[in-house]
């Protein structure tokens, strides 16, 4: 029984708080560094040795080079990161707007089409009326009044 025993009292509250104060503190400080890294790279104003300079600043002197960094720099972090997320977001509306657009013809596209087969003689009048009708109610596609299902009818 003659073994240290180690109770609440040897680690005090405020010892407890300041423990947690300077984690909560190293965790900023990296997620800053990090920040700035990527603040490095995503500006293109700055040349490549420029980007290097402060690279190495921000990796050999770290707490002076983010601060002086933060200092000289910070004014215009914000505003690179909204006009990379508002890019970000112009090529993802982008995209889905070419994906929606490419997966199902209009039926502006669809007219234009049939026009096009009727005017190489490729179907009758008749059938361009009706295939028209199909596409104006939205009952079907252009294709089935092609040439494939004109053949299938004979």
Same mark, same amino acid.
């Given at each position: 029984?003659? $073994? /240290?025993?180690?109770?609440?009292?040897?680690? &005090?509250?405020?010892? $407890?708080?300041?423990?947690?104060?300077?984690?909560?503190?190293?965790?900023?400080?990296? #997620?800053?560094?990090?920040?700035?890294?990527?603040?490095?790279?995503?500006?293109?104003?700055?040349?490549?040795? $420029?980007?290097?300079?402060?690279?190495?600043?921000?990796?050999?002197? &770290?707490?002076?080079?983010?601060?002086?960094?933060?200092?000289?720099?910070?004014?215009?972090?914000?505003?690179?990161?909204?006009?990379?997320?508002?890019?970000?977001?112009? @090529?993802?509306?982008?995209? #889905?707007?070419?994906?929606?657009?490419?997966?199902? &013809?209009?039926?502006?596209?669809?007219?234009?089409?049939?026009?096009? #087969?009727?005017?190489?003689?490729?179907?009758?009048?008749? @059938?361009?009326?009706?295939?028209?009708?199909?596409?104006?109610?939205?009952?079907? /596609?252009?294709?089935?009044?092609? &040439?494939?299902?004109?053949?299938?009818?004979?």
């Amino acid at each position: 029984m003659s $073994a /240290p025993t180690h109770l609440a009292y040897d680690y &005090p509250l405020l010892s $407890a708080f300041w423990t947690m104060l300077w984690f909560f503190l190293w965790i900023m400080w990296f #997620i800053l560094l990090f920040r700035i890294i990527n603040d490095i790279f995503r500006d293109d104003r700055l040349s490549g040795w $420029a980007k290097t300079g402060w690279l190495v600043f921000c990796v050999v002197l &770290p707490f002076l080079g983010v601060f002086v960094y933060v200092i000289a720099r910070g004014r215009n972090m914000g505003r690179r990161e909204v006009s990379q997320a508002r890019a970000q977001q112009e @090529e993802f509306n982008a995209y #889905i707007r070419q994906t929606a657009a490419g997966g199902r &013809p209009s039926s502006v596209d669809e007219l234009a089409r049939l026009s096009e #087969i009727r005017a190489h003689g490729d179907i009758t009048d008749e @059938e361009f009326r009706r295939a028209k009708e199909l596409v104006l109610t939205g009952h079907g /596609p252009a294709e089935s009044a092609g &040439p494939t299902a004109r053949t299938s009818a004979r």
